[in-house]
């Protein structure tokens, strides 16, 4: 058997590493104190980073050079703790935790240790889990797998419980994040119906509500805040934390906190506390509540209660369990240690597979996902989440959809708006981002068809791929990261540039050219945003103004429009998509006016395309009788894109078309 394997419970408040020692039993691995949990609290000490005791213990004294609670910012591209002018990101924090553990491990067993389980919530959405999994190959650890939380304390309570069929709950409350799931243990396989949860609920919301009453006494009665002193925070904080613990064992105890000079002594008991975070609890119930009824499982069927995690040693907790389930909840697992020593087991049977060796326990396990993944479509005008694979799917998991279709002319790419969550409106969801597939043959609209598969894996991590069915081939795709939202899109605040391509051949001399600059300003006055800019190109004439949103430099560059010579449409065309360029999340928009016929039409053609396939639009407006209209037409990105005036230009028909386009870099438009 592999021993190099462990499993790890990387905690908001406390962490675990376990193994399966050579008799097939899991066994937690102590650290270098001799303490079964190592705390998750990280200290930098000049070039020295500290993790577990030590570090905790400084909080007081070095509040700013201590981490805590890193767990809850994992995937947060926002947050980051700065120390000597170097930002550290919630999963490279989460790696010096798991470095630490895997040191320890490797001096308590004597050998390597490199490859790993790490459980998380089974709440954690796919930014959550990708950023596990960095975390662990930071820490030189190769992450076999990701198992939920729950998951991992059936598979330890499982274990114990292999003879028989049992219909179990796990209510896991650890220091950070909260999980509910029902499990149908059968013997050898360990099935999870369904779960919810909330990965910003946990042991410190209690922690918290502890310290802002017994702040708010400090405040009544000094006038002092000592929250507004971040070493006094901290040991308020630690005080707080020691009567909560004490609570659980006694019926009332006094706190003692001194700050500036003034003392405080707080006398707390159960009932108040219970009283002052019965809101919190209420959370864990609702959620308990949601997965039975989702489940259509009465509470009287639960055979068994597994409390994990820390904080369910709150005699309020097991009260829950007492009211809701009419039992006592399982007490032949320490809710401390569950959730690594199921991980140690999954670590050991993953690892036997992969090598094709013996496993040495015969438990299986089949997870669910914790969140449905949907795809943002666009319906009557407004942003919808249209769910792909819904909550609760057992995972691995996979749904195929074959009817997408491009919907210009030599488009190469499509764009999709990808959210996990339950909610019809994707802003309340969590949002994955934007996905672009390219390298799609350039055709006409609607020729190529494509279908997009999206998975969940076994770490309950999103995939995507799509292929085009016209010759077989898989898309490459990647994950687009611009400036663009998805609030951007539901409130219309597309970035756009916007090309107004001139027409300043002889033939626009006089009154042509005095209606195009005309129309070429109430044009910019009607579409003008703060997102949007605009540059001018005139053919012959070059450049007037690059993109701007700046109205006196618009306005100048349009009125500088002069009529000089022939009509090098190419060359204006050519220009205007080198100003613009290609910016990601940015919509390209090339509006050509003329009224008379381009020196080089092939030229002309050419560069339309290049600017087409590009994913910019075309818009053509033809002024006067004599233009080639169908050739115009057949320069615009699609006929509508055409427009033809016989005298004056009007283009705010057009323009309200544009800007009501999510197109690039938008939503799947959904069909009624």
């Given at each position: 058997m592999n021993n190099r394997a462990v499993g790890i419970d990387l905690g908001t408040t406390f962490s675990a590493i376990a193994h399966v020692n050579r008799h097939g039993v899991p066994e937690i691995l102590h650290n270098a104190e001799g303490d079964r949990i190592t705390p998750s609290v990280i200290l930098f000490d000049g070039d020295e980073v500290i993790v577990g005791n030590y570090a905790r213990q400084s909080a007081v004294a070095f509040p700013d050079q201590v981490v805590e609670f890193v767990k809850r910012h994992m995937g947060d591209p926002d947050y980051a703790f700065t120390w000597r002018g170097e930002r550290y990101t919630a999963e490279r924090l989460s790696s010096f935790i798991l470095a630490r553990l895997r040191h320890d491990a490797e001096l308590r067993l004597g050998h390597p240790v490199d490859q790993a389980v790490i459980t998380v919530p089974a709440y954690f959405g796919d930014r959550e889990r990708r950023a596990t999994i960095r975390a662990g190959e930071l820490a030189g650890l190769e992450v076999l797998q990701l198992v939920n939380e729950p998951t991992a304390a059936a598979y330890a309570y499982g274990l114990a419980h292999s003879d028989r069929r049992l219909n179990c709950l796990v209510f896991d409350l650890g220091g950070g994040t909260f999980d509910?799931?029902?499990?149908?243990?059968?013997?050898?396989?360990?099935?999870?119906?369904?779960?919810?949860?909330?990965?910003?609920?946990?042991?410190?919301?209690?922690?918290?509500?502890?310290?802002?009453?017994?702040?708010?006494?400090?405040?009544?009665?000094?006038?002092?805040?000592?929250?507004?002193?971040?070493?006094?925070?901290?040991?308020?904080?630690?005080?707080?934390?020691?009567?909560?613990?004490?609570?659980?064992?006694?019926?009332?105890?006094?706190?003692?906190?001194?700050?500036?000079?003034?003392?405080?002594?707080?006398?707390?008991?159960?009932?108040?506390?219970?009283?002052?975070?019965?809101?919190?609890?209420?959370?864990?119930?609702?959620l308990t509540l949601r997965v039975l009824d989702e489940a259509r499982v009465d509470p009287g069927e639960v055979d068994a209660v597994i409390l994990a995690g820390g904080s369910t040693r709150m005699p309020m907790v097991r009260e829950l369990v007492r009211r809701v389930f009419g039992r006592e909840p399982a007490t032949d697992i320490n809710p401390d240690e569950c959730v690594a020593l199921g991980a140690a087991l999954s670590a050991a049977l993953e690892?036997?597979?992969?090598?094709?060796?013996?496993?040495?326990?015969?438990?299986?396990?089949?997870?669910?996902?914790?969140?449905?993944?949907?795809?943002?479509?666009?319906?009557?005008?407004?942003?919808?989440?249209?769910?792909?694979?819904?909550?609760?799917?057992?995972?691995?998991?996979?749904?195929?959809?074959?009817?997408?279709?491009?919907?210009?002319?030599?488009?190469?790419?499509?764009?999709?708006?990808?959210?996990?969550?339950?909610?019809?409106?994707?802003?309340?969801?969590?949002?994955?981002?934007?996905?672009?597939?390219?390298?799609?043959?350039?055709?006409?609209?609607?020729?190529?068809?494509?279908?997009?598969?999206?998975?969940?894996?076994?770490?309950?991590?999103?995939?995507?791929?799509?292929?085009?069915?016209?010759?077989?081939?898989?898309?490459?795709?990647?994950?687009?990261?611009?400036?663009?939202?998805?609030?951007?899109?539901?409130?219309?605040?597309?970035?756009?540039?916007?090309?107004?391509?001139?027409?300043?051949?002889?033939?626009?001399?006089?009154?042509?050219?005095?209606?195009?600059?005309?129309?070429?300003?109430?044009?910019?006055?009607?579409?003008?945003?703060?997102h949007r800019r605009f540059a001018v190109v005139a053919f012959p004439g070059g450049v007037k103004t690059e993109p701007t949103s700046d109205p006196e430099r618009i306005d100048a560059a349009i009125a500088a429009l002069t009529p000089i010579g022939g009509t090098p449409l190419h060359r204006g065309l050519a220009e205007a998509r080198r100003v613009l360029g290609e910016k990601v999340g940015v919509q390209r928009v090339f509006v050509v006016l003329t009224d008379g016929h381009p020196d080089d039409p092939r030229a002309a053609a050419a560069e339309a395309e290049r600017i087409k396939r590009a994913g910019g639009r075309v818009i053509t407006v033809g002024v006067g009788r004599h233009v080639r209209q169908d050739y115009l037409r057949r320069l615009a990105s699609r006929p509508a894109d055409y427009r033809f005036c016989d005298q004056s230009v009007e283009l705010e028909e057009t323009f309200l078309n544009i800007a009501t386009e999510l197109s690039p870099g938008g939503p799947h438009r959904e069909e009624p």
């Open positions: 509910v799931t029902l499990v149908d243990i059968d013997h050898d396989e360990i099935h999870v119906i369904g779960t919810a949860g909330d990965h910003q609920l946990g042991g410190k919301d209690w922690d918290d509500a502890l310290v802002a009453h017994a702040a708010g006494v400090f405040r009544e009665r000094y006038g002092l805040d000592p929250l507004a002193d971040p070493a006094a925070t901290r040991d308020l904080r630690q005080k707080c934390v020691s009567a909560k613990i004490s609570l659980s064992r006694r019926p009332r105890v006094n706190l003692f906190f001194d700050h500036q000079g003034r003392i405080l002594r707080l006398g707390v008991s159960r009932e108040e506390f219970e009283a002052l975070t019965r809101p919190l609890l209420a959370r864990t119930e609702r690892s036997a597979r992969r090598t094709g060796e013996r496993p040495p326990v015969d438990l299986r396990a089949h997870d669910v996902t914790g969140h449905s993944l949907g795809m943002v479509v666009l319906r009557d005008g407004r942003l919808h989440n249209s769910p792909i694979i819904r909550r609760n799917s057992r995972i691995p998991c996979e749904r195929t959809r074959d009817d997408y279709a491009t919907t210009r002319d030599g488009q190469t790419s499509i764009d999709l708006w990808l959210v996990q969550g339950e909610s019809p409106d994707p802003l309340a969801c969590n949002v994955l981002g934007h996905f672009e597939f390219y390298g799609i043959p350039p055709r006409p609209a609607g020729e190529s068809r494509l279908a997009v598969t999206y998975r969940y894996n076994a770490n309950g991590i999103v995939e995507v791929e799509a292929m085009d069915l016209g010759t077989g081939q898989n898309l490459a795709h990647r994950l687009v990261a611009g400036e663009l939202t998805l609030e951007d899109l539901a409130h219309g605040r597309v970035p756009l540039d916007v090309a107004l391509v001139m027409d300043c051949s002889g033939s626009m001399y006089g009154a042509h050219i005095r209606e195009a600059r005309k129309a070429a300003r109430g044009f910019v006055s009607r579409a003008f945003r703060p």
